[in-house]
């Protein structure tokens, strides 16, 4: 008996390994002939048809997110440095109490809106490695990750807010501030940031929220927002009163 057993599943393996071995050497014939196929259709735009096409459909759909948007160049994961260097303490004072901490929202006189990063965390997160450049002549590609302010925007309901012309943050001390104009603040790139190197902020790079904004250079990227609020007239900005651009942009 064993031994009957024994060869019934010897055949039986014979056979699903003839099977296997078939079905591999038929999807290779496949792969084959369609790369032959691909490369045997017309070029357009020095890409075959086919690949055109979709490269076309593709870029239909995206136009219709990114339409007057230039985004700034992204890079892989690994080419983020780990060492990330830190430049500048402004309105950094010590004293700051990260764990009673609350993003203010301006939303209109009287109305102040008080949001903890819990609340931030739980909306759609978008993570992004870009060249970091300061004014200073330095770059460096560094990964963050956050919530776009437009989806934050959108969430809260500050839809007639993000109809103004500029965006003002400041940290909590107030000792550091700067102004944004609408488009880059809306730019599909800028974000609440709450994570660099998939990692929650370290405290000197702007626990436990920062502005990563990739259209402009690193003066605008406010470490640890204390409050936001919105305007038509140009907000104050810490390096613009110190002689530099107001725009900085890329
Ligand atoms: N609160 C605060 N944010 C700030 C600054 C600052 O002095 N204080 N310096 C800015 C400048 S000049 C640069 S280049 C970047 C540096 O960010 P990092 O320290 O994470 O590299 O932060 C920006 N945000
Ligand atoms: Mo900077």
Known sequence: MPLKEELISEKHLKKKTVISFSVFIILIALAVMGWKWLHKQPEVAAAPKPIREVLNYNEKIFSGFYSNNKLSKTYPVS????????????????????????????????????????????????????????????????????????????????????????????????????????????????????EMNGKPLPVNQGYPLRLIIPVKYGIKHLKRIGSIFFSNERPADFWYERGYDYYAGL
């Open 79 to 194: 080419a983020a440095v780990k060492n990330v260097r830190v430049n500048g303490s402004e309105g950094m004072s010590k004293d700051f109490d990260a764990l009673t901490w609350k993003l203010k929202i301006a939303a209109k006189p009287g109305d102040t809106l008080l949001i903890t990063l819990d609340e931030i965390k739980a909306l759609p997160k978008t993570e992004i490695v870009f060249d970091f450049k300061c004014i200073e002549g330095w770059s460096q590609i560094t990964h963050w990750g956050g919530v776009k302010f437009s989806d934050f925007a959108k969430k809260y309901n500050l839809t007639s807010q993000t109809q103004m012309n500029f965006v003002g943050l400041i940290t909590p001390d107030k000792g550091y501030y700067v102004g944004i104009d609408m488009p880059a603040m809306m730019h599909p790139q800028t974000l609440l940031c709450y």
